[in-house]
């Protein structure tokens, strides 16, 4: 735990930042000192901010530079315009090996769109994809993609299972975790073409590897399956949904606590419970997607993240530093037929 | 009220056939007197079922087949094997006249495939789609597709929503319902080719059409849209994911409500509120899937739905005889050119 970790820190990225990248990194330095941090952006607004924090006292370097990436712009247009932006250098901080992982709470088209053309996909990798992780009733589960690719063909769904199933083994830390796609039923003929196809793949290939086959929606939430693989589109649209019925959910149930006298008398006894129960569904702990399939470790932070929130974006880089990810996945598809090339494609 | 309603009902369909249907039929005969059943089904399992419920005294046909479809048969082997199955003589009774609506709790896909061959497809609609009502803050929603049609076109998806705005407004019996196809950005670039292209396609429609745009994943349970327009495969995945979340958190309720005596105590005095709450969103009173753009109505209740759940279903077959649904729709796709042959897609 002595050796010295470097992370880059896209200060103007998010709709609280710098206060929250800056207060975010200050929490994570109490419980890991040996945590330093390289925060690009304005000077003038994030030097009274760092010095504010005690817990960043010799631990921040800030890189100043007035350009920032903003939500409203489209991925081309940063990418194009944008190579001196505070999301930008930060990125490319970690492509020259000065830090060992960026956090962005930034726009995520353009932080996809520059972390691939700084950092290059690894060997046969095809695209780059988003991943999370979820509470569920058991144990975390992690989903891909959630929104890189909207499209995605057979081969890019193997691709996903197994850059997956290197992250749950890596950041889930679990030794086989179960990995399954997406579908609209369990038997081989239903759903979707390039799903049935990808199925077909991962059944066949000679690695260890503990494919399930299909998932339906009403089983994520079990927990049973630990790595979940669909396309872009779909990926984005559950984790949406699963977001939106949660807070449908709690807002039933604030109604329902309020809505009489003898009920607001009962959760003054289930206060407690029912503060641990929101607890396990607190979606900070969960906040920081990971960009899967790059040269690099890029964690992407919900846009709307408050410190606490941005600082397990940070928590989750570490993690991904500290198992030496990129060397592990890097190992995985080295040992398969990434390109899935012998396949006849139906 | 004091008109004839006829419904046919497959008795043989569904995990707790018949009783479930017979009893669900009963249930219904008790507030809507009128209403008369044609049962489909093995009469000697049928018969005393029925003569155990004074209810249906005088108001049902038991018509006798020793075929029935199976939850395992292919639907192309339903469809051809079935001709003279509970679920396709359910059927042929609306294509012959005999009755105004069937309900089905039977396999999806072979009441799909046999609906459309006895009862064909409205004019110009090139494939039906299977919609159904949720819960959510505001006022239940309908979402189609639901599974009928894993992909689909631009043109599919405008069919559907001038359906799924037909259903809204005469089964949710709202006047000027919003329309909304699902996607994973707000913006008239984000999301699949075929999605862009049915939104410009719906924003060119000249009938008065209250078209939203896209709507997010998150935004579903909010109950702001009235219509949510999607292809099969992400509607029967969105549809299952909110169950599931839904059974997630009410475990964790459960947990959470147990979890101490200070919790239990407490949950004695919200007991009421808490039972409400479960009430507002119990799946059943949503039992009932309608199969749209078929000459004919067709619902099909849940395949687990118990004598209640199966009754909610004989319900919206009624609130769609009652409201005279084909003869609207007919109407709706008729000031339309719902063959979108004027559009050059790009």
Redesign the interface.
């Known amino acids: 735990m002595s050796t010295e970790l470097l992370i880059s820190l896209d200060g103007m990225g998010g709709d609280n930042a710098p206060r929250s990248v800056v207060r975010g990194a200050a929490l994570v330095r109490k419980e890991t000192p040996n945590v330093k941090f390289i925060i690009y952006g304005d000077k003038a607004a994030l030097k009274p901010l760092v010095s504010r924090q005690p817990a960043l006292r010799g631990g921040v370097e800030i890189r100043h530079t007035d350009q920032m990436v903003t939500n409203d712009d489209?991925p081309s247009k940063a990418l194009r315009a944008g190579r001196r932006s505070s999301m930008r250098l930060a990125i490319d901080a970690v492509r020259d090996g000065e830090a060992q992982a960026v956090v962005s709470a930034g726009n995520t088209g353009a932080l996809m769109g520059m972390a691939m053309a700084s950092l290059r996909t690894l060997p046969g990798i095809l695209r780059p994809a988003i991943t999370t992780t979820m509470p569920?009733?058991r144990r975390p589960v992690c989903m891909l993609d959630l929104?890189a690719n909207?499209?995605c063909s057979a081969i890019h769904l193997v691709q996903f299972a197994l850059l997956g199933e290197a992250f749950a083994r890596c950041v889930l830390e679990l030794e086989d975790p179960g990995v399954a796609l997406?579908?609209?039923g369990v038997e081989e003929?239903k759903?979707?073409q390039e799903v049935r196809d990808a199925a077909r793949i991962l059944r066949g290939l000679d690695i260890p590897f503990d494919f399930k086959g299909f998932i339906?929606?009403?089983?994520?939430?079990?927990g049973l399956i630990d790595v979940i693989v669909?396309d872009?589109?779909?990926g984005?649209?559950?984790?949406?949904?699963?977001?939106?019925?949660?807070?449908?959910?709690r807002?039933?149930?604030t109604?329902?606590?309020s809505?009489?006298l003898?009920?607001k008398?009962?959760?003054?006894?289930?206060?407690?419970?029912?503060r641990?129960?929101r607890r396990?569904?607190d979606p900070r702990p969960h906040n920081g997607a990971v960009l899967l399939g790059l040269n690099g470790i890029v964690v992407k932070s919900h846009g709307g993240a408050d410190e606490v929130g941005f600082s397990y974006a940070i928590r989750a880089a570490l993690r991904l530093i500290q198992n030496d990810f990129i060397s592990k996945i890097r190992d995985t598809i080295k040992t398969v037929d990434i390109s899935c090339q012998g396949e006849a494609l139906e």
Do not use: C, H, P, Q
Request: glycine share 10%.
């Open positions: 489209r569920t009733l929104g909207v499209e997406l579908n609209i003929t759903g979707r339906e929606g009403d089983e994520i939430a079990k669909t872009g589109y779909t984005n649209i559950v984790l949406k949904t699963i977001e939106g019925s949660a807070l449908f959910l807002a039933l149930l109604d329902a606590l809505s009489s003898w009920a008398f009962g959760y003054l006894f289930a206060a407690a419970a029912i641990a129960m396990r569904v």
